[in-house]
């Protein structure tokens, strides 16, 4: 091996990143030649000098007091809005810890959103949900449950199709009456006048007189609950402002006539289930109106 070519190995010899059989051969041309090894010698100390440097580098504390008192005294200059770009601008509002969107804050966000939609859904359901019957104010409590929905029978079929289309239009005008509100913040203009029903047609359902042989099951419990809240009514309807009075009749009106259809349509059937639970259910919606004026 020449000289120039030990040159070049040098760093790699003393790293020891020659191969086992150049690195016998660099150590057998080091022992004859001594310009090599004065060269080798000098390469070793200075990767000493250099490894030790930094182990015995030490900060004096007069040192650590000047750099304090370099950086308390260092004045740092901010630069003032007016002066900025607009891209300094738009880096200084976004670069706010506040506005630096994350997953966790939008989760955060969209929670509370879900909380606050829920809160509003639940006060706006209670200030328009539909006409709570009686049950529910505990001023009725009867012992008996009426199916809302009753299965349909095959005695059905005996009823000709124009009748129990009949039947039907009258329990949706019931039904319709009954949910609506009674309160005059809901009326926007008076009502037409219209003249209202005799008495007698008013208190359909509950001054005629019928046999317990003639009443459906449960329709006596029904009669009972419409004779003691018409009474309530009475003693608060001349108190009653014009117009929701008028309102009320009109109501009152529809629902009597519905009782009147579906109860003849019970005579005329009386062995169908689905027509009896028309004529309890024209009743609930008596009932659902006069609790609402009641109260």
């Known amino acids: 091996m020449n000289c120039e070519?030990?040159?070049?190995?040098?760093?790699?010899?003393?790293?020891?990143?020659?191969?086992?059989?150049?690195?016998?051969?660099?150590?057998?041309?080091?022992?004859?030649?001594?310009?090599?090894?004065?060269?080798?010698?000098?390469?070793?100390r200075e990767q000493e000098v250099f490894e030790n440097y930094f182990l015995k580098a030490e900060a004096t504390p007069a040192l650590w007091k000047n750099l304090q008192s370099a950086m308390r005294n260092e004045k740092i200059v901010q630069p003032s809005y007016s002066s900025m770009t607009i891209a300094g601008k738009y880096k200084k509002v976004f670069s706010n810890p506040f506005?630096?969107?994350?997953?966790?804050?939008?989760?955060?966000?969209?929670?509370?959103?879900?909380?606050?939609?829920?809160?509003?859904?639940?006060?706006?359901?209670?200030?328009?949900?539909p006409v709570e019957y009686a049950e529910s104010n505990n001023k009725i409590q009867p012992s008996y449950q009426i199916n809302e929905q009753p299965e349909r029978s095959a005695a059905t079929s005996g009823i000709n199709q124009k009748e129990n289309a009949r039947i039907n239009q009258a329990m949706i005008v019931t039904?319709?009456?009954?949910?609506?509100?009674?309160?005059?913040?809901?009326?926007?203009?008076?009502?037409k006048q219209i003249k209202a029903l005799p008495e007698g047609n008013i208190e359909i359902g509950s001054k005629q007189t019928k046999s317990k042989s003639d009443l459906l099951p449960g329709e006596q419990k029904y009669l009972e609950t419409i004779a003691?809240?018409?009474?309530?009514?009475?003693?608060?309807?001349?108190?009653?402002?014009?117009?929701?009075?008028?309102?009320?009749?009109?109501?009152?009106?529809?629902?009597?006539?519905?009782?009147?259809?579906?109860?003849?349509?019970?005579?005329?059937?009386?062995?169908?289930?689905?027509?009896?639970?028309f004529v309890l259910s024209a009743y609930r919606g008596k009932i659902a109106l006069l609790t609402e004026v009641a109260r």
């Open 5 to 44: 070519n030990f040159l070049f190995l040098i760093d790699d010899f003393i790293e020891e990143e020659l191969e086992s059989q150049e690195s016998l051969e660099f150590s057998e041309h080091l022992a004859v030649c001594k310009s090599c090894a004065f060269s080798y010698e000098k390469c070793r």
């Open 99 to 129: 506005l630096v969107f994350s997953p966790k804050k939008i989760a955060f966000a969209g929670f509370g959103i879900l909380i606050l939609s829920t809160f509003i859904f639940i006060f706006t359901g209670r200030e328009n949900s």
């Open 175 to 191: 039904e319709q009456a009954a949910a609506k509100r009674l309160r005059i913040k809901n009326l926007r203009r008076p009502s």
């Open 228 to 277: 003691r809240l018409t009474a309530e009514v009475k003693s608060v309807e001349t108190n009653m402002p014009p117009v929701l009075s008028v309102e009320y009749k009109r109501n009152l009106s529809t629902v009597n006539q519905a009782i009147a259809e579906t109860r003849s349509a019970a005579q005329r059937y009386p062995k169908n289930p689905d027509v009896a639970n």
